[in-house]
């Protein structure tokens, strides 16, 4: 069965570090890509996506992520947090052979200490 | 475009009370789904449907859990009776084509 993996469940940072969360996957074929992003108390919101093109795609908030296919990844990045980037950060993926559903991570908790 | 629409915000009940949560997706989106997120489980998928017949309700908990989708613009998600481990946010979603979703801003339920 697909799956996707996130590295860590909780990261926390000091404001003006970089950032990094992984994001894995478990299948060689075509996927479309997703990052979401929940901040406390509120529903999630789409941070980025992937489905074709270049590899490094831009999103909001100065966030970032690139496809790595070979090594099935697609890791979020940014290089400079602020205090306001807490949140759960979830990377999500649709499967072409399940019909696209989409299949979850179980997010990463980040704390950006001020 | 007003996005996903669920209402209510907050449900408080008692147990054994009947609970339906609403949904309105985006209009023209064929996809529509139910999740339901807690601290314990994460994001669970009750069931989604697709141009409103259920295609996978594998995630309803038990028969206590219901869902429909009437129409295009409207789905209701049902729970008779409730228990307190049903206390949870219970998330709406609407896509095209299942190429990722737009959420609503929930529904906070606490059954006590």
């Known amino acids: 069965a697909q799956s996707v993996s996130q590295h860590n469940h909780h990261v926390i940072l000091s404001e003006a570090a970089s950032l990094e969360l992984g994001c894995n996957y478990s299948?060689?074929?075509?996927?479309?890509l997703f990052w979401y992003v929940q901040y406390p108390g509120q529903h999630l919101q789409l941070l980025l996506k992937?489905?074709?093109?270049d590899p490094l795609v831009k999103g909001i908030k100065g966030f970032e992520a690139e496809f790595i296919k070979s090594k099935f990844s697609f890791n979020l990045r940014k290089p400079s947090v602020q205090w306001s980037d807490t949140a759960e950060y979830f990377c999500?993926?649709?499967?072409?052979?399940?019909?696209?559903?989409?299949?979850w991570g179980a997010g990463t908790k980040l704390i950006i200490k001020p | 475009d007003a996005g996903v629409i669920q209402s209510p915000r907050h449900e408080v009940t008692e147990m054994g009370q009947e609970v339906t949560l609403r949904c309105k997706p985006i209009?023209?989106?064929?996809?529509l789904f139910w999740y339901r997120q807690t601290m314990m489980r994460g994001l669970e998928l009750l069931i989604y449907?697709?141009?409103?017949?259920?295609?996978?309700d594998s995630g309803m908990p038990e028969d206590r859990f219901s869902a429909k989708m009437p129409n295009a613009s409207f789905s209701t998600l049902k729970i008779q009776p409730s228990e307190p481990r049903d206390s949870a946010v219970y998330f709406c979603?609407?896509?095209?084509?299942?190429?990722?979703?737009?959420f609503g801003s929930g529904t906070r339920l606490t059954v006590v």
């Open positions: 979603a609407s896509s095209v084509d299942n190429y990722g979703y737009t």
């Open positions: 209009s023209g989106h064929d996809y």
């Open positions: 449907f697709n141009n409103n017949v259920p295609i996978d």
């Open positions: 299948y060689g074929g075509t996927v479309n």
């Open positions: 992937y489905f074709s093109g």
């Open positions: 999500a993926v649709n499967f072409m052979d399940s019909n696209y559903q989409l299949i």
